[in-house]
């Protein structure tokens, strides 16, 4: 892309003319986007994007610009340093801008992937997603509608800052998602199944996208047969895919230092209490190999690191960038996430995790005479200043004296956030891969997964809730 000689000039000049802080992202990327909907494809394309994406500290003021044209970075740093001293000119900022400190890195990084994406034919990649449509479609004649999209991606990434640091990176992605629809008389009901990584195309191949089709079209056609639930409060077991959503969205977002600096956030002040059950500890951990949510840095050149967001049901950390952790005197925590390199990034999560109990999920609802078992996520809102939330999950069971049995759909969750944190009582003996997908925040998507146990609440709103003043779900 550009040598690193002429990046370290760039940087230079800027602190000569005044900034306290400068660095750069610049990204090239190529991507494989199919999408296939009721037999037809919709999109086929290949695409390859590079740019760069500078932010310039002066004085009091962040200035930030993107472009395209890489042939003068000097240009692109005194542009954006005349952006930061002209926001100096007009914010009244009370409290200085102070970035919390990290090591200089220097590293040269590729992610070596058994199979490389780029190396697969568009060819391969079109029998694939028509394997996988065959599939679902001849698994019922039920089956009336399926949608398939498939991305993938490449991309080679140069980070570098006024600080030393310089970071060579190369990584390759790839994500499948199977949305079916199943029709009886009157009666609609969808199935969603997806997977994806930071990795290779041996990802999809060891996942088997038919099979994960066939899963999507089943739980369409299961829900069929399923009836509405019961209405009221109710000892409720969450499957690891509605766990690790839910402690994503009505946790994870409240966890983001932005949030809890803006005042949008209920965990505000509450570093060090006790807000949830003692058995509980839940992290946010980009480092885990193959998982949606990896990466080896963050987008400001921060190594990538587990972090305990909750520890013994303490909450013992906020998610920071180095600038919300030099505000609030913490330690940077590698969450500083931009969706490409036109993005200023902001406080996001990785992979959430949930660390599992000591329970067996039968002995989990033995003692539950009349209750649901909730499976997966359909979509919600959470307020995260209010600490409410509303979640409808995919699938539940109806509990009657420790035994499943009816089959239910449209199910509903609602209810505050630290009320359900503090009524959990039991967490299932292993953690599973919940969801993958692309987690939102103010127009930006980046890829996030989770990993949770199954977890017992001791009551916890189902059916006919609404949430005060919601805010749209980021998920």
Known sequence: ?????????????????????ADIRLERSYATVIELKDGIFREMSYGIDHGAGVRVLYSNSWGFSSSNELSDLKALFEDTLKIGRALSLHEKRTEPITLADTPAVTEHFRLNPRINPAGVSIGEKKDMVKAAYRAAKEYSKLIKGITISYVDGYEERIYANSEGSY?????????????AVAKRDN?????????????????????????IAVKAADKAIRLLDAELPPAGEFCVIMDPKLTGVFMHEALGHAAEADHVLYGESILRGRLGEEIA???LTIADDPTIENSHGYYRYDD??????????IKDGVLVSFLHTRETAGRLDAVPTSNARAANYSEIPLVRMSNTIIEPGDSEFEEMREDISYGIYAMGMRGGQVDTVRG???????????????ELTKRLKNISLSGHTLDVLKNIDALGKTKSRGSIGFCGKEGQEVPVSEYA???????????GATVTSPVPSHR
């Open 167 to 179: 970071i060579e990176e190369t990584l390759p992605s790839v994500f499948m998602r199977v949305h």
């Open 453 to 463: 146990p199954h977890v017992r609440v001791k009551k916890i709103l189902v059916g």
């Open 187 to 211: 009666t609609l009901q969808e199935g969603r199944e997806s997977t994806g990584a930071v990795g290779g195309f041996e990802v999809l191949k060891e996942a088997n996208p038919e099979t």
């Open 388 to 402: 409410e939330f509303q979640f409808s999950a995919e699938e539940a069971f109806l509990i009657e004296n420790g």
């Open 1 to 21: 892309m550009v040598e690193e000689e002429e990046i370290r000039r760039a940087l230079d000049f800027v602190l000569s003319e005044g900034a306290r802080y």
């Open 277 to 279: 059950y003692e058995g």
């Open 300 to 309: 400001e050149g921060v190594r990538a690191h587990r972090t305990e967001v």
